[in-house]
Each structure stands twice: as structure tokens, then as C-alpha cells.
């Protein structure tokens, strides 16, 4: 079983014309991923991965009965992608670009609350549910079936917990990239609240980073909403203070809060067991199960 | 990005928030031939991108003539925590009886703007934040609406911002928060606005960042942008268009993605190793990136071993195994020992490709960091 996409979902790829877009329709399609339409304006009446491709979201959603979207679409225009997902009322939005000004996503952001679909993203991976669906970008097959939930801050990161997690027979039921931008739609508590909810994950492994709060208020959440187990990562505990490490998100600011250290110390007091490396999370998931 | 504060003020002063008058000198007699205009007392401010300029000795008011040309001569070329000091902003003085700070960032726990006032300005503005939040008053605006003018007359009421100034002050943040939309600053402040014995208020100081994934519409502002680099390594880095940060250690580290980047790091500390760098090749890196990544960690003199961890997602394996050899193929000996984990999108096509006479290959992220950090031993003992 899984959370927000499933053997149903029904996929039109925003941006499917462009170099990532029809790459990784392909490889959705090829994971088993029912990726039933493109949108790209201008670009409609094409053909692409055998997909017909609509000039606009709603068209798409009309003729091919889609639910989800996943955006591929350059930074400057995907914001407008995204308000155009989110018009057509769709159940998922994931937003794969990397690079939205942040006032733009604030903008997103407020519109996105007065709907009912739900923004995954933006800078994300995605999301997958092993052997059901995949929606955006993560590799297919380093994922396999089973009962793991897993929601991470970083792309790259999930990719190499879930490896740590496969090689050990420890299957997922859906793994979510919620993105590290500074503002992003769903959040480390949605999932969350998702898989608790989910009677077929039993366990659950959250990846988070240093910047912001999003890893202490769901360190909350946990100790007080949660009875499925969870498993903790925190990357970035060697980076320096005052220094961006790569995305917005990743910052520690100068006066200690959204450290490597603050982060762990609230999800242990939360009785969350947090590895000290990749390998360590899945020796905390094994105990559970 | 940040901008100078003489860039910054002019933004400000072409949107009406009153500075007081002042030019931007790159020699002493340039800063001599402006305090002559000016008059005295004149501050003569050291204009580089670092915080508590002030404290380092950035800043100082001259008296007279005699005093300019002094601290002229200190301030420019003077090393302010590591950035060589090129220019400084002579600035008429400024008799204030009082100070505020006023600002305008994201919150992005509440995804929206924020207004802040505080009679607290003139100190540094985070202690404040930290030991007495309640100095500061906040409001949130809705970014989709934008700020109405009530909501900066609310805030500046409420940090009890001196009635007979209270209007003038709300009118500066009400054209700050137009400045922050227009220019997508991630945060804009002036600390202190000064309030002279006539009740007028002056900015005068300007802090204005901009957020670096909107520059593609804001073309006047991204020609201000002005790298400023504390090594050449970051200079290289900037060319390149690298997240890079120089760090202590010996371990030169690359890796595609921020959160397995850092991850890395952690680990090579972890097995008692010592990264020497972050260094994130982004997603979706084509060979030529990953040479010239290649390029930036045998530039660095304290790198004793390399470990190159990719796990492709849009990055693919096949493409960055071409560039870990197109740039190895360029030795005749390869300057320092590489350790190479690739997984991921195309890494079985990738481990094919990759020449492994001229690297180490692990298959996972424990095992390549772990080789790395006794590489990196074997170099220094």
C-alpha cells in the first residue's frame, strides 16, 4: 500500500517536450508509471513517448482523465506551471524544478492553501510507491516493495537511505522528496500524518538537514501523533556556521538554531532513534520490524 | 546576492527613502576630494560584503580634514575578516537623537513576508532578536496581495515608534517592502534609521540581499553582482558556477546533491577523516562539469585524497564516468588518489565506462569514504 500516488494515478507531465521532461516521462513510463498526457503550450497535437501532449493542463486533464501532475519546467516559468496545476484542481502537483524565486513560491504557496490538491516540491525528487508508480526523478530501481516510509528534505539522500534499505530486504511503501527550498508545499508533518495514517507502513525513516525548523516541529509531531516508529538522518552535522551548503535551505545560521545538533537532540527527545550514518538508519528500522 | 551598501542606498534614495548625502571613493584622494563636498563630521565606511563592519574598524567618523585622509588611508586596502576593503562610502554624519531598526525578509516557517520594527536599532539586530524578541514587531504580509498601508502604520504603532516620526517611518516601510518585491530582495534593512533633533528620519545604513534564482529578472541587479571571494579557490569555484565551501581538512570531496554532499562530509569526520571541501556538481551534470570539478579539488593545496560519491537521480552515471576520465586521461600521473561510488540512473552503464586504472571504485558510500579517509592517511604520514 502507499500514500498520495498508486497504481491509479493517472500522470500529466507539464514540460514533457523538454531534454528532462521527455527523459524521465520515458523512464516513468517505463517503470510502469501511467503517464497519460503532456502539457506544454504551444506543443500540443505532439506526440511524445507515445504520450499526446495537450498545449494546456486542462486539456490534458479533460481528454485523459488525469489526477497528478509533474512539472519540468524551467525555473522561470514553473511557478506559472504551477499556479496552472493547481487551477485545474488537480489531487497532486509534484514540482521537480530547482531554482523558483522564493517570492514566487510564497505566491504558489498561498494559492495552494486555498485548494484541495496537494504541492510536492518544488526542488524535489519526487515521489514513488515501489512497483506501483513513480512521479519525478528518483532512480526506479534501487526501490523495492514492502512496509518503510520514507519522506526526506534531499533528493540524493533519499536515493542512498532507500539503498541502505533495499540491501537489507527492507522494502518501501512510498518514499517522498519534499524538496529543500525554504518554502515547499507539502511538509515533513504532512507525510508524516500520511503514513501514520497508512496501515501498511510500519515504520517510518525521516531524512532531514540543517536550516530552518522543519525537523524540530516534526520531531514534535512525532513524540505527540505518532505510534508507528521512526527512524531519523540528519545530514550536514560537519558544516560550518554562516555557510550555504548548496541549496537555500541548507544554511545554519550564526545564532544555533536549525543545526545538525538542535535538529537530533528534538528528534531524541522525541524517541527517535537518528544514525549516524546511512548504514545506521536501516540497523534502526530492522529493530522495529 | 548582496548588494554594497552605496548600491543599495542608491535604490533607496531613487525610491524617496531619505539618505544622507554621500560618495563612493576607491583612492584617498577621491575620499578627500568627497569629504570637501560633503563637509564634516563625515563617516567614512568600508563597502564589503561582511556584517559588523563597525566593530572591525570598517567604519569611522572624521572630524576634520586631517582625520579623513587617516582613516581613508586605514580603511581602504585594510583586510576586513578576510576581504580586502576596495572602496569606501563617504557619507555626510548624521545628528541623531534616536534609532530604529526597520526590516522587511520571508519567513519561511509562515511562507510569507514579514515586516519588523524595533526601537532597539543601532545594535546588532540578531542579539536583540535572540534575548528580547518582544523589542521586535512583526507583521506578516500576504504575498499574494501585497503590503496594504495600514499593516506598516500597525507595526511601527506597535514598536512604539515616537508618534510625531511614527508616519514617516511607516512610509519608509511601506517603500521598503515595494523595494523587496520589485527587486525579489530576500531581505531588505536599514539598521539604524536615525531620527535627528528636528524629527526628521534618515537611513542610514542599507542592507539589501537578493535572491539569487530571481537575477534572471532582475538584469540591472545581477551587473552588481560583485564576486567577492575569500581564496582563489572560491574564485574558481564562482567561475564555474559551483556550490562550493572551502573547509579545514585534507579529504576533497565531490558529490551531486546537497543533502548527500553533506552526508558525505559527515562521514569522512565520521570515520576520522577531515573534509576539505563541499563541492555539490548539481543535478543532471554532464561530463564537462565533472571535470571541471575535478579541476577545482587538485587545485586545492590541502587535498591529500579525492572521493567522488554520485548517486544519479537526473544526474546520470554514463555521463559523469565520461568526465571522471576525460579529466583523469590529461595526467600523466594523477595528482591525487580518486575513489569513485557511482549508483543510481545509468551507474551500471557508468562502471563500464569508467577507467578503473585510473581510479579506485567502491561500491558503497561507507566502503568509498572509508577508502578515502585511509588514502588521505597514507599521504600524510
Redo the contacts between chains.
Sequence with gaps: MSIFVDDDTRVVVQGITGG?GRF?AG?MIEYGTNVVAGAVPGKGGQEVEGVPVYDTVDEAVEAEDADASVIFVP??FAADAIFESLDTDLDLAVA?T??????????V???LSETDTRLLGPNC?GIITPGEAKLG???GN?FSEGNVGLV?????????VV?NLTERGLGQSTAIGIG?D??IGTSFIDALEAFEADTDTDAVVM?G??G??DEEQAARFIGEHMDTPVAG?I??????PG????????IVS??GTGT?QSKIDALNDAGVPVG????EVADHVEDFL | MKLHEYQAKSIFADAGIPVPDSRLATSVDEALDAVDEIGYPAAIKAQVHVGGRGKAGGIKIATDREEAEEYAEEILGMDLKGYTVDSVLVEAGVDFVDELYVGVTMDRGEGEPVLMVSTEGGVNIEEVAEENPDAIAREHVDPAFGLHPYQARKVVYEAGVDADVALDVASILSTLYDLYEENDASEIEVNPVMITGDRDVVAADAVMNIDEDALFRQPELAEMAEASYEDDLERKAGEYGFDYVRLSGNVGIIGNGAGLVMTTLDLVDYYGGSPANFLDIGGGAKAERVTQALDMVFSDDNVDAVVFNIFGGITRGDEVAKGINEALEQFDEIPKKVVVRLAGTNAEEGMEILNTDLVEVEKTLEDAVQRAVKNAEEVTQ
Excluded: V, W
Design positions: 528532462e524521465h523512464q525555473p522561470a521537480i530547482e531554482g523558483i524565486p522564493t517570492q514566487d513560491m510564497a505566491k504557496n498561498k494559492r525528487p526523478i528518483l532512480p534501487i526526506s528534505r534531499s533528493g540524493t539522500l533519499t536515493y542512498q539503498d529543500g525554504p518554502i531524512c538537514e540543517i530552518g525548523e538522518f545530514a550536514g552535522r560537519t558544516a560550518p555557510k550555504r551548503m548548496g541549496h537555500a535551505g541548507a550564526g545564532s545538525a549516524d550514518t546511512p548504514e
